[in-house]
């Protein structure tokens, strides 16, 4: 597995290197929010008064880096939204000649995964800022409130990002055969497709959580790699 060039961090997010890089990379017409809208999104949902726990769904990445100051962990389930490959990425995990593939939470079904408590010595706006930064540049997810039924009998609100249908990366018609390609032969400024697919993988299995679906498409990856040996 290959290390990523450049990974996601709390700087990196925060000096706006992540944003530079977008526009860099796709271009000066780059379709990201504003500092000003990404604030306006992220206070629509937690405003800066709010008082109380919050909690992240992590499904993907948020797992293996979730780059915020996190005070406890719980495994559970949501229902409504499944864990999918359904989101082309021009930037981090491709480019716009060769896309890649990362995960999106899309309708339908369920998903296991952790939820993430933000610490209460962090300052929570600030903390979200960042996470807005991270999963709403480009508008590709729209961001939810969701109920978690945690393995310990809770049930824990939570804030994910669930897929934009009406975004231009989405893509519902791919093939397990066209995601394992895409994701084999993809590379961004954040790393390979792959990269991405094996650590969420082995942060999921770390968890105890099986997801067949992830499984299938690694298989199918392999099956390429032995037809190219041939």
């Not at 359904?86 to 480019?95: D, E, F, M, S």
């Not at 807005?132 to 609100?157: C, F, T």
């Not at 032969?185 to 099986?210: H, M, P, Q, R, V």
């Amino acid at each position: 597995m290959t290390s990523s060039p450049h990974l996601i961090s709390r700087d990196s997010l925060a000096n706006g290197t992540i944003q530079q890089m977008v526009v860099d990379r796709d271009g000066q017409g780059a379709d990201i929010l504003s500092d000003d809208e990404l604030l306006a999104s992220r206070r629509s949902l937690i405003p800066d008064d709010y008082q109380g726990d919050v909690w992240l769904f992590g499904y993907g990445s948020l797992i293996w880096n979730p780059v915020l100051e996190i005070a406890e962990r719980q495994i559970g389930r949501i229902y409504g939204y499944h864990r999918r490959y359904c989101l082309l990425t021009k930037i981090g995990r491709g480019t716009p000649e060769n896309p890649g593939l990362i995960l999106g939470l899309d309708h339908g079904g369920s998903c296991t995964g952790q939820a993430l408590r933000i610490c209460h010595t962090a300052n929570l706006a600030d903390e979200l800022d960042l996470l807005w930064k991270r999963e709403m540049l480009n508008q590709s997810y729209l961001p939810k409130k969701v109920m978690m039924h945690a393995e310990d009998g809770r049930k824990i609100e939570t804030i994910t990002f669930v897929m934009n249908h009406q975004s231009p990366s989405y893509v519902a018609d791919l093939s397990l055969d066209e995601k394992a390609r895409i994701i084999a032969e993809a590379e961004g400024f954040l790393g390979t497709s792959y990269d991405y697919l094996d650590l969420t993988l082995a942060s999921l299995n770390d968890l105890g959580i099986k997801d067949r679906y992830l499984n299938q498409i690694m298989k199918k990856i392999a099956q390429l790699s032995d037809k190219s040996a041939d």
